[in-house]
């Protein structure tokens, strides 16, 4: 089966960050688990210092955008 190199763009409120290198996947439904579980990273690594994110992951193949995938939310502390 043919892969396609597919790149995962990361976008946050602080720009673009261009993924050079991509990575095989044989089918889509691999593409959007990858973006989904890197959207993951991403949130988990973000949590700290900050009240309101936006964040997507937009994917790409040679031929141009091929998916997105984003959340945002807000996060602030409820005293008593």
Same mark, same amino acid.
């Given at each position: &089966?043919? &892969?396609?190199? =597919? =790149?995962? #763009?990361?976008r946050?409120? /602080? /720009? %673009?960050?261009? #993924? $050079?290198? /991509?990575? $095989?996947?044989?089918?889509?439904g691999?593409?959007?688990? $990858?973006?989904? @579980?890197? %959207? +993951? #990273?991403?949130? @988990?690594? !973000?949590?700290?210092?900050?009240?309101?994110?936006?964040?997507?992951?937009?994917?790409?193949?040679?031929?141009?955008p091929?998916?997105?995938?984003?959340? +945002?939310? @807000? !996060?602030?502390?409820?005293? !008593?």
């Amino acid at each position: &089966m043919p &892969m396609t190199r =597919y =790149y995962f #763009d990361l976008r946050d409120g /602080g /720009g %673009l960050a261009i #993924d $050079e290198e /991509g990575m $095989e996947m044989s089918n889509f439904g691999a593409v959007q688990e $990858e973006a989904a @579980r890197a %959207l +993951a #990273d991403v949130i @988990r690594d !973000s949590l700290r210092g900050h009240n309101f994110h936006q964040i997507a992951i937009e994917v790409r193949d040679g031929d141009g955008p091929v998916l997105e995938v984003a959340i +945002a939310w @807000r !996060s602030c502390r409820l005293d !008593s």
